[in-house]
């Protein structure tokens, strides 16, 4: 009897121990978590997110940023999170960011104050790595809120639709993409714009990626009803991650760049742009 029970308890304890071990060979929900990135890089070719075309790619990233600009009166505007925030990943297809409100600060008599909030959902339509096509086609929609104090956002929310499309060739990536901004209301004072962002990316070196974007808006409507402006704006950018880096490692991204006028009419001109971004 004794025997027969040391031996039940003996097969008993290999089966726990075997079981714990698989247990803890598994990833834990923080690291798959994590781990969203590596999984999309299989399907999404290579490449940095512009710094003001959006990206059809779906990441998951945090991007503190800030502008400096001029208006042609030379009022000078600094925007400290210029419409920038956070994103996550859902499943293989979605992805959800929130934009939080941006503080801007007057360098005039316009009152400082917060700008308005957003939040964002992405779906990824079809795509393929650099094996596979190398190519991305991507659908957002961005919802906007009033949150602005001091007239520093706009008089209602709107909804922003953006179709979005990538393409790589060897070292180089192109990008563009096309998008509308319908107000929910108040549309006589404030019209509707049709924004188209277009970039050329090259990778220079492992960790370094230099971009070229034209930033394009047709206003319609409103008080610049038929006015369209235009900025060119070169930028670079440089990646930091551990030698020994793995899934569960964070990525930073450290990118910088300056949007220049290159159309008569445009509401401000050269817009300095800084971001840190993290990829996690």
Known sequence: MVHRFCR???????????????????????????????????????????????????????????????????????????????????????????????????????????GDTSLCAKVRIVSGDAGHGNFDLAASLVRSFPTGSYANGAATGAFGPTLTGAYGYRRFIGVSALGGTLPTGKIAEQGRSIPWNSAIQARAARSIWFELENNATFYRGGKHDGMDQNFLTPGGFYVLRRKDWTPTHPVFVFGAGMQIATSGFHLYNHNSIGEMRILF
């Open 8 to 114: 039940n308890a003996s097969v008993l304890l290999v089966a726990a121990l075997v079981s714990l071990n698989a247990l803890l060979a598994q990833p834990s929900l923080f690291e798959r978590f994590r781990s969203h990135n590596a999984e999309m890089s299989s399907l999404q070719p290579p490449m940095i997110t512009p710094l003001v075309a959006a990206d059809p790619r779906l990441i998951q990233y945090v991007r503190l940023a800030f502008s400096s600009e001029y208006t042609d009166a030379l009022t000078h505007t600094v925007n400290y999170g210029n419409g920038r925030g956070a994103g996550i990943v859902a499943f293989r297809r979605f992805e959800f960011d929130w934009l939080p409100p941006p503080y801007i600060e007057h360098h005039s008599s316009a009152a400082d104050g917060i």
